[in-house]
């Protein structure tokens, strides 16, 4: 079956600036997952979908970015305006559907923003 | 929220010796305990991971040890290799959320 797929891998921007990333998880997964990876530190949730719904937002800093998964398949997340903290690699991963036992995240390759 | 720490935070070892890396939570509703493996530049992938209602698992050279009593979990690593050399992440959990520690960097010297 295909991976997890991201676009861009890489993007440089400057502080102020917006930036949009697109996520396609492995077909069937429900559950949609945002990560973001500062150098040196393990993956942050900052957003987790069930189908269309969101499950859990709580560490996304909502004033800055946001993210949507209208149909339940593929996923945006937006970052406005980008601050230089927002450097770092944006991971997606998604499960089959948790709710049925303990399912393996599968993690995209990542975008790898930098901003100047 | 979750605390998850992990240790040591770097380790180095000569090829073919033993490699324990220990993690340790707070949130004692965590039921899941998997490792993830992440080489230098790609994505986090899972390597081995545990229920809550057994205590050891292993798979070939890598085995993990579950204290839920103690609220802590153990990767170990026999016989290692050069290309076992990466950031290991713990990431207790739930069935559907998972909270990554702070990372182990190993590296295997031939």
């Known amino acids: 079956e295909a991976g997890v797929a991201q676009s861009p891998r890489y993007k440089i921007i400057e502080k102020r600036q917006s930036v949009a990333f697109w996520c396609n998880p492995i077909?069937?997964?429900?559950?949609l997952y945002w990560y973001q990876q500062i150098l040196g530190q393990g993956p942050k949730l900052l957003i987790q979908?069930?189908?269309?719904?969101?499950?859990?937002d709580s560490q996304l800093p909502k004033d800055r970015f946001s993210a949507e998964r209208l149909k339940g398949v593929d996923s945006t997340l937006k970052i406005q305006p980008a601050k230089l903290e927002d450097s770092a690699v944006y991971l997606c991963?998604?499960?089959?559907?948790?709710?049925?036992?303990?399912?393996?995240?599968?993690f995209g390759p990542g975008t790898r923003l930098t901003v100047l | 929220g979750e605390n998850v720490e992990q240790h040591p935070s770097t380790l180095s070892v000569q090829e073919g010796d033993s490699a324990v890396i220990k993690c340790t939570y707070s949130?004692?509703?965590?039921?899941?305990f998997p490792w993830y493996k992440q080489e230098l530049g790609k994505r986090p992938q899972l390597i081995i991971d545990?229920?809550?209602?057994?205590g050891e698992k292993k798979d070939q050279r890598i085995a993990v040890t579950l204290n839920k009593t103690a609220k802590h979990f153990s990767l170990h690593i026999t016989e290692t290799q050069p290309e076992d050399s990466a950031v290991y992440f713990c990431?207790?959990?739930?069935?559907?959320?998972?909270?990554f520690g702070t990372g182990t960097r190993l590296q295997v010297f031939p």
């Open positions: 991963a998604s499960t089959r559907n948790p709710g049925q036992g303990y399912n393996e995240q599968f």
């Open positions: 077909s069937g997964h429900a559950t």
């Open positions: 979908f069930q189908n269309n719904g969101v499950v859990d």
């Open positions: 949130d004692s509703a965590s039921n899941y």
């Open positions: 545990i229920r809550s209602n057994v």
């Open positions: 990431a207790p959990g739930g069935t559907d959320k998972l909270i």
